[in-house]
């Protein structure tokens, strides 16, 4: 089982392009987040999923969308990145509530 | 709202010394999870606790859910160089058990 993987490791973007990043388990999870990580502020919640078909908002959202159209993957986009967007992206999934989240490897995003 | 504090921010241990981080909520939570980061890396799960006043050890590892099930700590006896990384606490969303919760993070540096 590969877990939680995430696509790309690592992006450059020049302010206002587009990107998604791609997450996906093979551990039949209901549940799956973005997170971003920046220094000093922990891990932030973007968006999250309960199952496929369903998104939520995290406490960062703006600015990104996501979309969970199979239940192994989870998209983040990003419409038009500003350098407030460069960050590490943790993915993570988890089999329901109050159990424990798995994480991808992350990707590190840079936005000139 | 809800927050989730560590102490401290920051630890430097030299080998073989121990080490403790607090983890205090500003609301009594159901269960309580422990994350360990290491540098560069991504968080991976180590425990929850459910039970109040809850221990549960792990080879060095001591965690322990505090009576009131506002407060939780993770002990490590004789530090190793390995030991060395972001350790995280995170516990449910008051209004959202789907979310967690999430400490800044305590950050150990061993010295060999």
């Known amino acids: 089982n590969a877990g939680v993987t995430q696509t790309p490791k690592f992006r450059v973007l020049k302010t206002g392009q587009s990107m998604t990043l791609l997450c996906a388990q093979d551990?039949?999870?209901?549940?799956m987040y973005w997170y971003r990580q920046d220094p000093g502020m922990g891990l932030r919640l973007i968006h999250y999923?309960?199952?496929?078909?369903?998104?939520a908002k995290g406490e960062v959202p703006d600015g990104y969308n996501v979309s969970r159209l199979k239940k192994q993957n989870f998209l983040l986009g990003l419409e038009s990145a500003a350098p407030s967007q460069t960050s590490v992206y943790f993915c993570?999934?988890?089999?329901?509530?109050?159990?424990?989240?798995?994480f991808g490897p992350g990707t590190r995003l840079t936005v000139l | 709202g809800q927050q989730v504090m560590q102490i401290p921010q920051y630890q430097h241990v030299q080998e073989g010394e121990d080490f403790t981080t607090y983890c205090n909520s500003s609301?009594?939570?159901?269960?309580i999870q422990w994350y360990k980061q290491r540098p560069g890396g991504h968080p991976v799960f180590l425990i929850q606790?459910?039970?109040s006043g809850e221990v549960k050890k792990q080879k060095r590892l001591t965690f322990q859910f505090g009576e009131a099930k506002k407060n939780s700590s993770l002990h490590i006896t004789a530090t190793q160089t390995t030991d060395v990384g972001t350790y995280f606490c995170?516990?449910?969303?008051?209004?959202?058990?789907?979310?967690?919760?999430w400490g800044l993070g305590t950050s150990l540096a061993v010295n060999p």
């Open positions: 999923s309960v199952g496929e078909g369903t998104t």
């Open positions: 993570a999934s988890s089999a329901r509530d109050f159990t424990e989240q798995f």
């Open positions: 606790l459910v039970k």
């Open positions: 609301t009594t939570l159901s269960n």
């Open positions: 995170a516990g449910p969303h008051a209004g959202n058990n789907r979310k967690l919760i």
């Open positions: 551990m039949n999870h209901e549940y």
